[in-house]
């Protein structure tokens, strides 16, 4: 399995905002709707392996998690507006005080912080991408591995020292900073190449 996390630092918790608003109202929304995207889609086909993580911690009930699954997810198409609007339905969920409800098949909505999700996989190897990690050609990916970045912003202090305790690796894609959705798009080019 290859899991990503990432952390919408305002993204909505509520689902009232509109599908026309994503990169205004919805906290930056639009940047994690790109990455659900760079996540699972192939050509012609979706990555089953990939789980992707989208911590939100912005709005009126932060904060939220919606999982998406790739194993059983379905509905699931190329255009951001159809992304956002399984992300808005899973948040019109009313998501229990404990564990995760299914908004859509491979869509999961749940209470949990980013500190939930790094605990709850606890065990398996984390993978911190940053622009000044160790250059990801002279990395070995692990089987497992949960990478995580940032939305439009960089991880906060807290965040990262959340982080720390897991003892990530620490990975660069390259030297230039890029959107994170095109991380998430690199680091698949670099595990094809590597499986190939
Ligand atoms: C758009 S960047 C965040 C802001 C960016 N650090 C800046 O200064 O403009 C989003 C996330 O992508 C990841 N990222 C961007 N460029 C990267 C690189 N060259 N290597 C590894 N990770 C990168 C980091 O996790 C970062 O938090």
């Known amino acids: 399995m290859i899991s990503f996390i990432v952390i919408g630092h305002r993204a909505a918790t509520t689902g009232d905002f509109k599908l026309d608003d994503i990169a205004g109202g919805a906290g930056r929304l639009d940047v994690l709707v790109r990455c659900v995207n760079s996540a699972f889609f192939l050509s012609h086909d979706i990555r089953r392996e990939v789980v992707l993580h989208l911590c939100l911690s912005g709005g009126q009930d932060a904060p939220k998690t919606v999982r ?29 005080a404990e564990g995760e409800v299914r908004s859509s098949p491979g869509v999961y909505v749940s209470r949990m912080s980013f500190e939930d999700v790094v605990s709850q996989l606890s065990g398996r190897r984390f993978v911190y991408l940053r622009e000044d990690g160790t250059d990801c050609r002279e990395y070995d990916f692990p089987e497992d591995p949960v990478f995580v970045l940032g939305d439009d912003r960089d991880l906060t202090e807290e965040e990262e020292s959340l982080l720390s305790a897991t003892d990530p690796d620490r990975i660069s894609i ?11 798009i690199v680091v698949h080019n670099e595990m094809d190449r590597r499986r190939a």
């Open 68 to 96: 998406f699954s790739g194993g059983d997810i379905r509905y699931l198409n190329p255009d951001e507006r159809s992304t956002a609007s399984l992300i808005r339905n899973a948040l019109l969920k009313k998501a229990p």
């Open 174 to 184: 390259g030297p230039l900073s890029l959107h994170a959705d095109h991380c998430i």
